[in-house]
């Protein structure tokens, strides 16, 4: 693990702190404190039982390894992403951004804008789940700020304050989640018996 704050490298075990279980997941932030400045930080994680081909020690290879039912249009931004993450904050989320945006207006049915008032209206809407809705209002405000700070859009190449893309890419863990892992599974379930 590397600190988000001072970049230093560390091994720890994280506090796990459960904030709510539903039909789509088991939540819990991870929290960590870096041994080196001390300052923590919090990665929001779905604790259900991962199947074993995604499981990896390695938090880059966790990322890399998503799950078959997310479209390789979006799995190739999240990759791009997850790799840029560490010699670029900035180029990651520059490209979690625009992967979260096209993602919103295609699954989500969402007017085009930017990020904060797409983020927004999805709010608004209130059709997701709590936990999700929470993730997401916690990236809004992130956003606003980001906007407040560069006068920038999503699509475009800002400079972002420390976890600002490793939360971006927690979230779009959990909306292919959302999208397309559990809607796949409800699909299955939902299918009439064979006549």
């Not at 796990?16 to 039909?23: F, K, L, V």
């Not at 990322?63 to 997850?82: H, I, N």
């Not at 999805?122 to 405000?141: C, F, N, T, Y």
Request: hydrophobic share 40%.
């Amino acid at each position: 693990m590397k600190c988000p704050h001072c970049s230093t490298a560390f091994h720890d075990i994280p506090a796990g702190m459960p904030i709510g279980a539903e039909r789509y997941g088991r939540w819990h932030f991870l929290q960590r404190e870096c041994p080196a400045c001390a300052r923590q930080f919090l990665h929001l994680v779905d604790a259900s039982p991962v199947p074993a081909a995604y499981r990896d020690d390695t938090e880059e290879m966790r990322r890399l390894a998503l799950p078959k039912e997310v479209p390789e249009a979006y799995a190739k931004e999240y990759r791009a992403a997850c790799l840029a993450l560490e010699e670029s904050p900035q180029a990651s989320a520059t490209i979690s951004r625009r992967c979260l945006q096209q993602l919103l207006r295609e699954h989500a049915g969402i007017e085009a804008g930017e990020l904060a008032h797409e983020i927004r209206q999805i709010l608004d809407q209130g059709h997701m789940p709590s936990l999700i809705l929470r993730a997401l209002e916690v990236l809004r405000k992130t956003e606003l700020s980001a906007d407040h700070r560069f006068g920038e859009t999503a699509g475009e190449s800002i400079e972002v304050e420390v976890g600002e893309a490793d939360w971006n890419l927690d979230v779009l863990d959990v909306l292919f989640d959302y999208f397309f892992v559990h809607s796949a599974q409800g699909a299955g379930r939902s299918r009439p018996p064979a006549a």
